[in-house]
């Protein structure tokens, strides 16, 4: 039977669409009879785009233009007035929410996207009673309160950490809607071999391939950090994805370095560009992350001031699992680097051990909960006794 199966996402930061996007992918290979949907959860809300025709930019546009310029230490406070406008505006959200419920009638909810679930799940629950209504958590952990686990909701959660799992716990909700997977959603072209040989890719880029290679990236925009990290880093085989920054791929394409570098901007073979690296740094978001990892190589990253409040726990997650160097800064990324390279091998082997496969394993626990809710929505109810 044809099933209707929202993934709800927003544009903001680009992990959340990513994440949708992936398990989209996996999903109409492994339930055809499916059929997905990606839903942008602004254009539900604002679908005339009134916050941008008075601000002049979309609220998506205008996080993304923070994290391009690094004006992250403001998104700690400018989270809790989000929240406040959130609480204050629930009402509001929640009658767009129903309307669009019942005009599209999914079979199914899963989102990707924080803050907004108890609008999301309160909407669904009064206007398609029985829908199941499932988080997946795009962060390695909760940034409580209300950011991904809201407490009296019956709904499911999956978790990709064993932290994220613990919070959801203790937050009441029961292990039967509590699903562990291995890690974060990461798009299937993370998982295939390269077409050709790496060796081979490293000679025709102008590398050493018995030397060791890193990976600078920064996200979409790059960073200006990149300058910084190029210069102190000029006696190391280095890749940096500069994104849609092509000033900045120009200036560092101009520096003089000892070793050889390749620079490119925004670019769809990250997989292939992560094949040819042996290490990775870049900011701490669970993605990139991920996807560093998934390719095995350990990572160097930053935790500060500011880094964004659900990111600090990543530094956390990487030292305990010691899958790489967690930094205050970037002042001395070159010792970071060769005390890494020294001990490249006993990185490498606790970064292989981390077998992320949670976008293959996602698919079954969502067919799981399908075919419980059908089960429970069949089930007679109890008769009522009767006494003479």
């Not at 060796?199 to 102008?206: K, M, P, T």
């Not at 990892?293 to 956390?316: A, F, L, S």
């Amino acid at each position: 039977m044809n099933k209707n199966i929202d993934l709800i996402y927003f544009n903001a930061g680009g992990g959340h669409r990513a994440s949708a996007r992936a398990l989209e992918a996996v999903l109409k290979n492994s339930h055809p009879h499916w059929n997905v949907r990606l839903v942008n959860l602004f254009e539900v809300l604002d679908s005339r785009q009134v916050y941008k025709r008075v601000t002049g930019v979309a609220p998506e546009e205008f996080y993304n233009r923070q994290l391009a310029k690094g004006w992250t230490m403001a998104m700690t406070p400018e989270l809790r007035i989000l929240q406040a406008f959130i609480r204050l505006t629930h009402q509001v959200m929640v009658k767009r929410l129903q309307e669009h419920w019942i005009e599209t009638e999914p079979d199914m909810v899963v989102s990707l996207v924080p803050n907004f679930n108890r609008a999301m799940y309160e909407s669904l629950v009064s206007s398609l009673p029985g829908v199941p209504y499932v988080t997946i958590l795009t962060d390695l952990a909760d940034n409580a309160p209300h950011f991904w686990i809201e407490k009296n909701q019956q709904q499911h959660f999956i978790c990709g950490t064993d932290k994220a799992v613990e919070q959801a716990r203790a937050a009441g909700h029961p292990d039967s809607h509590i699903h562990a997977s291995s890690g974060m959603l990461l798009h299937p072209d993370f998982y295939k071999k390269p077409d050709i040989d790496r060796r081979e890719q490293l000679i025709a880029a102008g590398f050493d391939p018995n030397k060791p290679v890193g990976l600078v990236m920064f996200g979409g925009h790059g960073s200006k950090t990149m300058i910084k990290i190029a210069k102190q880093l000029s006696d190391v085989q280095m890749i940096y994805i500069c994104g849609h920054n092509a000033a900045l791929a120009k200036k560092i394409g101009k520096m003089q370095t000892r070793a050889h570098k390749l620079v490119e901007g925004f670019t769809t073979q990250m997989p292939i560009f992560m094949e040819m690296a042996d290490f990775f740094i870049g900011k701490p978001g669970p993605g990139s992350i991920s996807e560093a990892i998934r390719k095995d190589m350990p990572v160097i990253i930053v935790c500060n001031k500011w880094t964004m409040i659900q990111e600090r726990y990543n530094g956390e997650w990487v030292t305990d699992n010691g899958l790489g160097i967690v930094l205050p800064s970037f002042a001395k990324i070159n010792k970071a680097v060769h005390h890494l390279l020294e001990n490249l091998e006993s990185y490498r082997e606790r970064v292989k051990a981390q077998n992320n496969q949670a976008v293959f394993e996602v698919p079954d626990i969502l067919a799981r909960i399908l075919a419980q809710n059908e089960i429970a929505e069949q089930a007679p109810l109890p008769s009522a006794s009767t006494t003479n």
